[in-house]
């Protein structure tokens, strides 16, 4: 009886060392490009405002001026910190041989914030709140010289005054579309840092995607 006991528990040990050495538990690190970023809003803003507003939103624009296209920023040299922004915890099953190779970041393959503006870029939905944030900029725009809306800490429009109602569903449309610009910069610093752009993965970039944004926006006020 106890020579078929440890027949059987023989099998039971071999499967429990087998799946303790083809899970193994990492740490992924994901840095936040910030000057990047700012660039990366800077040349969407030049390139989705600016000249969608010259295109058809301003009236006084005749309609043989020639579009003119924005400067490309150099490239930032800057020195990404020690530290992480945020870390992820994950059980990854290797299934062939084990590899905890994590270098193959984004900032190691060319202009970051050119890569970050490339995959905003092909999200729809942000390109949309870019075109229609072009087309109220006329009601917006006196809002902020009035001083009856200021820009906020976390990107978003903050009321200062009274508004009309007109004034007020600008205002509301406005906040709805900046709340999808930061969150597909947020998917997108996710995927240049090789991590799958879940829900959880994008919550934990979204508040300095947020940030980076307001600090962007106030630059040009």
């Keep these: 009886m106890e020579r078929i006991a440890k027949y059987m528990l023989k ?38 405002l600016e000249q969608d507003a010259d295109d058809g939103s301003n009236s006084e624009q005749t309609p043989d001026t020639q579009t003119v296209q924005p400067t490309p920023k150099p490239q930032s040299r800057n020195i990404y910190p020690d ?13 062939r041989k084990i590899s905890l190779d994590f270098s193959n970041y984004a ?13 905003i870029r092909g999200m729809p939905e942000v390109i949309s709140a870019y075109k229609s944030r072009a087309k109220r900029q006329d009601v917006i725009d006196p809002l902020l010289s009035q001083k009856k809306v200021v820009e906020g800490t976390q990107g978003l429009l903050v009321k200062k005054g009274s508004l009309t109602a007109a004034e007020t ?3 509301n449309a406005e906040n709805a579309d900046r709340k999808t610009i930061i969150q597909g910069m947020a ?12 829900p959880e993965n994008i919550d934990k970039v979204r508040p300095e995607a947020a940030r980076q944004f307001a600090n962007f926006r106030r630059s040009e006020g």
């Design 11 to 48: 099998p039971f040990v071999l499967f429990i060392c087998f799946y303790l050495v083809s899970c193994a538990t990492i740490t992924v690190n994901v840095y936040f490009p910030a000057e990047e970023v700012r660039d990366a809003y800077s040349s969407l803003e030049e390139e989705f």
């Design 83 to 95: 530290e992480p922004v945020i870390s992820e915890k994950k059980v990854v099953v290797i299934k």
């Design 107 to 119: 900032w190691a393959q060319g202009n970051i914030s050119q890569q970050i503006a490339k995959k």
């Design 169 to 171: 569903k600008a205002f």
């Design 187 to 198: 998917r997108a610093i996710v995927e240049i840092n090789n991590l799958d752009p879940t």
